[in-house]
């Protein structure tokens, strides 16, 4: 079965941003955040699209799925 990998802490690093400001930003809880990061949590195509385009960045270098 395919595992979500995701760059999304490291992007979230690289600009100082906290878990919090960014599920603000996105208008999700810090906890979904945290599942994401941890590739817990599956995103909808509308909260990937809304986290990538906060960091400049496209769905497919935050998000993957790897066999």
């Given at each position: 079965m395919a595992e979500l990998t995701t760059k999304l802490k490291e992007y979230r690093a690289k600009t100082g941003m906290k878990q919090g400001e960014l599920a603000e930003l996105v208008g999700v809880r810090r906890e979904t955040i945290i599942r994401l990061?941890?590739?817990?949590?599956n995103p909808s195509l509308k909260l990937a699209m809304d986290i990538?385009?906060?960091?400049?960045?496209t769905v497919?270098?935050?998000?993957?799925?790897?066999e």
């Open positions: 990061e941890k590739g817990q949590y990538a385009r906060i960091f400049g960045t497919e270098e935050l998000f993957s799925f790897e």
